[in-house]
T-cell receptor, first 110, second 112 residues
Framework: GIQVEQSPPDLILQEGANSTLRCNFSDSVNNLQWFHQNPWGQLINLFYIPSGTKQNGRLSATTVATERYSLLYISSSQTTDSGVYFCAVYRNSGNTPLVFGKGTRLSVIA | DADVTQTPRNRITKTGKRIMLECSQTKGHDRMYWYRQDPGLGLQLIYYSFDVKDINKGEISDGYSVSRQAQAKFSLSLESAIPNQTALYFC???????????FGPGTRLLVL
């Protein structure tokens, strides 16, 4: 099946710093979602981004489907950004479910 | 997402017991999913359903069963719970034609 790899696995930032999280996938996809799992375990949709670039406040994401990767940018990080960030993809065929990466655990320190 | 609810939110049970986790949604979505998250790992798919009469196994269906009682309800059962089924369980929904999944708040299950 399709493989989804995220890097780095862990990241510690000082409040106010910027960061880039990466998601690589092994096969053609027709969707990619980024999620944030907060310290209470809740999964929050960040972006649906099969291609191109989207921005939402301090967060933005870029997916280059032809090169099989997506990037999540966090600018001016805040302690509330802490948690685990997951990317998940659908394969580019049929009604296949989402396949998740193992996530990047982000800790933002005041 | 408040439109997808899971009960119970936390559950402690003993090895060998049968338990049921329930998921309800008010989003009107036809597709529903059950995932499991082990500590420090991503989500793995247990079962999914495209409508009431269409149930499919995911990556890790052994030891689990599901029931889609109605479009809005999708239940997950552990027939005989074992300690390595201790995990965080998520239900999710998606509307046909949309590529965005919406997740419930999760159920923390501890099997002693």
């Amino acid at each position: 099946g399709i493989q989804v790899e995220q890097s780095p696995p862990d990241l510690i930032l000082q409040e106010g710093a910027n960061s880039t999280l990466r998601c690589n996938f092994s096969d053609s996809v027709n969707n990619l979602q980024w999620f944030h799992q907060n310290p209470w375990g809740q999964l929050i949709n960040l972006f649906y981004i099969p291609s191109g670039t989207k921005q939402n406040g301090r967060l933005s994401a870029t997916t280059v489907a032809t090169e099989r990767y997506s990037l999540l940018y966090i600018s001016s990080s805040q302690t509330t950004d802490s948690g685990v960030y997951f990317c998940a993809v659908y394969r580019n065929s049929g009604n296949t479910p989402l396949v998740f990466g193992k996530g990047t655990r982000l800790s933002v320190i005041a | 997402d408040a439109d997808v609810t899971q009960t119970p939110r936390n559950r402690i049970t003993k090895t060998g017991k049968r338990i049921m986790l329930e998921c309800s949604q008010t989003k009107g979505h036809d597709r529903m999913y059950w995932y499991r998250q082990d500590p420090g790992l991503g989500l793995q798919l247990i079962y999914y359903s495209f409508d009431v009469k269409d149930i499919n196994k995911g990556e890790i269906s052994d030891g689990y069963s599901v029931s889609r009682q109605a479009q809005a309800k999708f239940s997950l059962s552990l027939e005989s719970a074992i300690p390595n089924q201790t995990a965080l369980y998520f239900c999710a929904t998606r509307r046909r034609g949309s590529r965005t999944q919406y997740f419930g708040p999760g159920t923390r299950l501890l099997v002693l």
